[in-house]
């Protein structure tokens, strides 16, 4: 092989036409390679400079790998420190069929976890459906939507859709439970139906109101039909 050494100084690799470029290999594998036998023996690629200049990663391989990015042992970080707008960090698969999955092994409450300490989290879909499923293989695996916070801030499902079930609350085994801590309103704009379809004995339609207070279950219509 060919060793380049320099003691006390860097090693500098110029073009003097900045189109050129410094090729390691044609034609067969290249590897660009650092071993360390101590900590802080960190391998850096940097680009110099506070300029709108950028470091590029590119591939026009046609693998399913194109760009790998993997760890052995250790983790990945990936920070964006701008502070302007525009100044994102940006993920983007432009495909058709171009997925963009997140997968972990992780048996962690956490394995994927999505935090905005300030600002908020935005999840679209255009033309599309979303959905977010979790598979129980025991007691307490719930799916918990929660809002946070003793202020006067709300959990709000809307739709847009016109569908007689364009917010649909369905349990296919056990059962469904509102509780309001303190009302609950429910306001239809055309016809609203609350109804049990009983299969055995028992299985009552109860509506009641409990404690032992001045307080009234009123039933009441503004109706004017017979």
Same mark, same amino acid.
Request: charged share 15%; glycine share 12%.
């Given at each position: 092989?060919?060793?380049?050494?320099?003691?006390?100084?860097?090693?500098?690799?110029?073009?003097?036409?900045? &189109?050129?470029?410094?090729?390691?290999?044609?034609?067969?594998?290249?590897?660009?390679?650092h071993t360390s036998d101590a900590n802080d023996e960190d391998f850096t690629i940097e680009q110099i400079g506070a300029f709108? /200049?950028?470091?590029?990663?590119?591939?026009?391989?046609?693998?399913?790998? /194109?760009?790998?990015?993997?760890?052995?042992?250790?983790?990945?970080?990936?920070?964006?420190?701008?502070?302007?707008?525009?100044?994102?960090?940006?993920?983007?698969?432009?495909?058709?069929?171009?997925?963009?999955?997140?997968?972990? /092994?992780?048996?962690?409450?956490?394995?994927?976890?999505l935090n905005a300490t300030a600002g908020g989290i935005d999840i679209v879909g255009t033309n599309s459906t979303i959905n =977010?499923?979790?598979? /129980?293989?025991?007691?307490?695996?719930? =799916?918990?939507?929660?809002?946070?916070?003793?202020?006067?801030?709300?959990?709000?499902?809307?739709?847009?859709?016109?569908?007689?079930?364009?917010?649909?609350?369905? &349990?296919?085994?056990?059962?469904?439970?509102?509780? &309001?801590?303190?009302?609950?309103?429910?306001? %239809?704009?055309?016809?609203?139906?609350?109804?049990?379809? %009983?299969? &055995?004995d028992a299985q009552d339609l109860t509506i009641a109101q409990a404690g032992a207070f001045d307080a009234s279950l009123d039933?009441?219509?503004?109706?004017?039909?017979?």
């Open positions: 092989g060919i060793g380049l050494t320099a003691a006390t100084g860097d090693v500098t690799l110029t073009t003097t036409d900045a &189109a050129k470029k410094v090729i390691l290999n044609t034609g067969t594998a290249a590897i660009f390679s709108d /200049a950028s470091l590029m990663i590119k591939s026009a391989g046609t693998g399913l790998n /194109a760009i790998a990015i993997s760890t052995t042992a250790g983790g990945i970080d990936i920070t964006a420190a701008g502070n302007f707008a525009g100044e994102d960090l940006d993920i983007t698969a432009t495909g058709a069929t171009t997925e963009m999955r997140l997968t972990s /092994a992780s048996t962690e409450a956490d394995a994927i976890k =977010i499923t979790n598979t /129980a293989d025991g007691a307490e695996d719930d =799916i918990k939507i929660h809002q946070a916070g003793a202020f006067d801030a709300s959990l709000i499902l809307r739709s847009e859709g016109t569908g007689t079930d364009a917010i649909k609350l369905n &349990a296919t085994a056990g059962g469904v439970e509102i509780n &309001a801590g303190t009302g609950l309103n429910i306001d %239809a704009a055309n016809t609203l139906e609350i109804t049990n379809t %009983a299969t &055995a039933l009441s219509s503004t109706g004017t039909g017979t």
